[in-house]
């Protein structure tokens, strides 16, 4: 077990969505003592849990040949193939192996039988195994379930790691400037009480997921500011390819809705797409009309959008539906109504959101960055799978896949010796005379954050709108750090930090690429 007042443990796992709680399934098997932070009070609360699709698997006439080229089409040919390779390859193995063996996932089945592979955009073949439209949320607690019974295992939520602890840099030790640099573990603050801890580990593995909270629309839950990206960054880790951001063009719009997608199968069965005068405008912008590729559907809504300074499109499935839509969509219906819209009657708001991130903290095919000690799965890394564009219901799979893979190399190579004692380490500064938390100010910060990021960085960008961008959230990122600096302790406040990171890295890496591909869309 986890000494309480070293805080030691063999490896440290930041989030526990499926890339997280894979990897601490793998490494409690192999005996390796195991602390898991999350930052909700509820272990569960994640991305993965919100995942209603799927997750990718071969089908009956499939082969990982045909999965590969769906994933290298839709990812503009930029994929890293050797990547994508592991994937297809050992993906399948694992789902079976893990999944359905060890955690009795109830995947839906077409008969007793014969599992059910659903079709989704992009996938040449039926190959999704979902658990009705809730399979995040059925994967996430069969995970939380199954670490609760390993003794090795500590998993602790409402915990927020706030930096990564590495050497020299967090060092009171001048030897340690003659040695490489390594991460040994993190600064973890106690939601609770305030206070922050140093959790050392040889080996720590960053599974903090995605960032598509920085922008004012998204799918994702508001917890999702990539903190693992600027916690990365600031520990000297290789992060690439952060401009492919990948919107979802339809998600409800209300002001308590936060984000609730509306399946791009429901414009697959008829509905169509409007402004708020009623008018359908795809036919403008696409060959294919209503039914074309995400990307282009969501840039045609945006521009809707700027063009007639609304805040939301409208998307009519009430005036073209042959069928029963309480059948059909009873998920949606439901949503919806509980919100003040019935479907059957009436059109839906919708604006796009934020979906995925598919860069990240750059990783070899076992999960290792380019920080020794530090290991990084799921969607805070870049594989190299998704290249400029992911394709739908290959996130989960690939959480599953590396953060498996991390857990099985450590435990393979595992060396408990690192060179530096936790008594090198400094412990966290407390500022003389802490300042309060004004809840008002951080609120417009966030605000700030997010519309700059939706207006100028996201779904069409511009050389102006980017340089624009930069310029704001720079200034805004000078008051963060002095506010940081002087404020009490908090989650909020240590997510406004990561959170302005993460939007210059996104900003920053978007100005740099002036080839607009896959997410990436530059306009002259
Ligand atoms: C609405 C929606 C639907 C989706 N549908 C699908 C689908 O059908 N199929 C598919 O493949 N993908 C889908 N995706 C994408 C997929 O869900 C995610 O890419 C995937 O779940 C990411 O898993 P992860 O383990 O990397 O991160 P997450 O599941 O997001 O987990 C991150 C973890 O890190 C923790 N954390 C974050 N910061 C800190 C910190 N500072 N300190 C401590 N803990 C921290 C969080 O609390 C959480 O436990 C969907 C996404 C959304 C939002």
Known sequence: ??????????????????????????????????????????????????????????????????????????????????????????????????????????????????????????????????????????????????????????????HSAVDLLTVPHHSKNPIAYYREPQCIGAYVLDNKTKKVKTFSAPYTILATGGCGAVFLYTSNPRDAIGAGYAMALRAGARIVNMEYIQFHPTSLFHRDADGFLISETVRGEGARLKTKEGRTFMENYSEKGDLAPRDEVTRAIYEEMVNSNSSYVLLDLASYAKFDIKKRF????????????????????????????????????????????????????????????????TSLLEGLVWGTRASRQIASHFDPSTPYKPSDIHPWYYPEKE????????????????????????????????????????????????????????PKVAGLKHGIQVALMITHAAISNPESRGAHFIKE
Not at 94 to 102: A, R
Not at 451 to 469: F, P, V
Request: net charge neutral; with cysteine; proline share 4%.
């Open 1 to 158: 077990m986890v000494n309480e007042k070293s805080l030691k443990s063999d490896v440290l796992i930041i989030g526990c969505g499926i890339a997280g709680a894979s990897a601490a399934l793998e490494a409690a098997k192999s005996g390796l003592r195991v602390v898991v932070i999350t930052k909700n009070p509820k272990p569960e609360e994640s991305n993965t849990y919100y995942a209603q699709g799927g997750i990718v698997s071969l089908g009956k006439d499939d082969r990982p040949e045909f999965l590969k080229e769906d994933i290298i089409k839709t990812g503009d040919n930029i994929n890293n193939p050797e990547a994508v390779e592991l994937l297809v390859n050992e993906g399948k193995e694992l789902v079976e192996k893990i999944l359905i063996k060890e955690l009795d996932i109830p995947f839906t089945r077409s008969s007793p039988d014969s599992l059910d592979y659903a079709q989704e955009a992009g996938h040449s073949r039926r190959r999704i195994l979902h658990v009705k439209d809730t399979t995040g949320k059925t994967i996430e607690e069969k995970f939380i379930e199954a670490l609760k019974k390993f003794s090795n295992v500590t998993l602790l939520a409402d």
């Open 330 to 393: 009873p998920n949606i219906y439901q949503t919806c109504l509980q919100y003040g819209i019935d479907i059957t009657k009436e059109p839906i708001p919708v604006v796009p959101a934020a979906h995925y991130c598919c860069g990240g903290v750059l990783v070899d095919s076992w999960g290792k960055s380019s920080v020794r000690g530090l290991y990084s799965v799921g969607e805070v890394s870049c594989t190299g799978v998704h290249g400029a564009n992911r394709l739908a219901s």
């Open 435 to 490: 300042e309060g938390i004004d809840p008002a100010l951080i609120n417009q910060d966030w605000l700030t954050i997010r519309s700059t990021m939706w207006n100028y960085a996201g779904i069409i960008r511009t050389k102006k709108r980017l340089e624009r961008a930069k310029a704001d959230l720079e200034y805004l990122r000078h008051r963060i750090e002095k506010f940081y600096k002087e404020a009490t302790m908090d």
